[in-house]
């Protein structure tokens, strides 16, 4: 700012363009003042904590950072995550291109568009209790009257304990998960895919190609670009992954996964300094995918 | 597409499933993939879906309406089967017993501020970053748009000392101020794109006519970007409305203040088999969005379209 004042004193043809750039600097303060507080101090400030101790007051190098990889609570963590990163990725995108290819163009589009987007106008905690009825759990004497043990029952399988069961609590909340964001993908994707222009899938089904190859060779290639905008979207949001677990499992029963662990060791533990390094870590997982964004961003500039 | 659509008489697709072939320009995405699947069935299948991501929400919603006894004892499906036994008690007992009548007018009044700063503050740095010229300009908005993935549990540690040591911790400010700076830079990068694309002419001629910044900002720039603007406040004011996290840290230790979330949060915790309740409070916390949702669904499917896919 002060060498701005400078230059703009001098008497340069362009002094016009200067008094502008300075008043630039007053349009975006806000926003740069608010980024600077809430989002780049934070970051520094627990970077350093993760440095220290539970209190803050002793400094301990890496051990925080260590401790996740080897205390086998946070190892186990830390395999939810990769768990639900993968899975609930490749599911929400895989489905929502799916249904997107499915559903074009047929009569009642837009409803099931509807009935699919809907879910994301629900927080998580109202998703949490919608989904209780679908998972909960009554002994086997008792009529069940959560859907999927009553569905179970009508095969003569026994009740599960979803929500409980180490074996399945991860995937019926990836299933939650799933089923709110799938729609999120398949409207952005449906988009993309409209502009594939008929002919280019005409020819290709003239000149004998499969329906593989059409999918693989022309579909998926044609709108890799809002491909990866989806992915990388999905990608950041699982790695953060935390209201559902907190509301349904609390991190309980094995199901802890990075953002509800860092909760728990800041609030329940008061452990600033691992909660400090698990924060530090998540953000360090999102680094590889901020550098692909950030290219890409720039590349759509390049072509602006 | 929808012009296409209402061309065809409506019943041809469902009869003759050879209508597929008779009209090319008629033929589904699907189509091209699944061989000898006729335009029915691939709208068999869509139903199919569409029931199948329904039928969970569905069953909170009839659940919602029955009685406290026959919700614990039998499935919300042979509620369906009559004789009918539907009663709005719930909803009753959950406005005014539980509180939630209170925790409804918190949301609203963290919510509505909570979307109309973030867009003003970015709506002034994204006009900048489009339309005037400045050192470190396209860097300084790199690094705002990568904050986008910054997680946000990162920052709640330094951000609620902070809030503690001047007294905000609790306050409805804390969760504005804090809800603007994360809706930030989704909206700076979803506004800056779209001022980008209008008519620099206009910019210009209005220059010239001796407007200065802020003029062409308010009568030129914000009234032509009602479209962009409106997606983003639909987009802001669900997230606002439907997040956890910041209330629950920021506001954690003031009950009176606690928005629609958070209440149903403490009666999934402490009323986990009282269904009655549980029910009617989840539909009226949804109640709201759904209604944004569907009268704006366009604006928004426009806006998360306008911020990620080019063209």
Redesign the interface.
Known sequence: MAILAVQKTSASPRGRQRNISWLAWIWVGPALVLELVFFIYPVLNTVWLSFFNKTSTMYVGLRNYQRIFTDPSLLEVLRNNLIWLVLATVLTVGLGLLVAVLIDRVKIERVIKSALFLPMAISFVSASVIWRFVFVYQPANQPQIGLLNAILGLFGIGPQVWLLDTRFNTFAMIAVYVWMMTGFCMVILSAALKSIPDEILEAAKMDGAGRFTIFWRIMVPMISATLTVVTVTMVINILKIFDIVYVMTGGNYHSSVVGVEFYNQLFVFGNYGQAGALAVLLMMAVVPVMYFNIRQIRQQEKMR | ?SV??SKRPPST?LSTPGATHAD???????S????GLS?SS??A???L???L?????L??FI?SFRPASL???????TGLVPPWTFTIANYQQVLLVQGMGQAFLNSLIIAIPGTIFPIL??A??A???AW????G??W?F??????????????????LS?FTAIGLTGQYAAVW??H???G??FA?YLLRNFF?SLPSDLMESAHIDGAG?MRIFWTIIMPLSVPALASLAIFQF?WV?????VAL?FLGGNPEHAP??LA??DL?NSFSSN?QV??A???V??AL??V???SL?RYF?RG??AG????
Do not use: H
């Not at chain 2, 790199?142 to 951000?159: D, E, K, S, W």
């Open positions: 597409m296409r659509d697709a090319k320009k008629e033929r589904t995405l699907g091209y993939l699944v061989q335009k691939v709208t299948i869509a139903v879906i569409g029931c991501w329904s039928i969970p929400t069953g909170l659940s919700i614990a004892s039998t499935g919300w499906w503050v970015a002034f740095a006009y900048a970053f005037m010229k400045f050192p300009r396209d300084l790199l690094i705002i748009v990568a904050l986008m993935i910054v997680p946000l549990q990162i920052t709640l540690v330094p951000i902070m101020l804090a603007t700076a994360f930030l830079p700076v980008a910044s669900m409305w439907n997040d956890l996290l840290i629609m979330t149903v949060a999934v269904y549980l029910t409070a989840a539909f916390s949804m969005p759904l944004v949702f569907f669904q499917v998360i379209l990620s896919v080019k063209g």
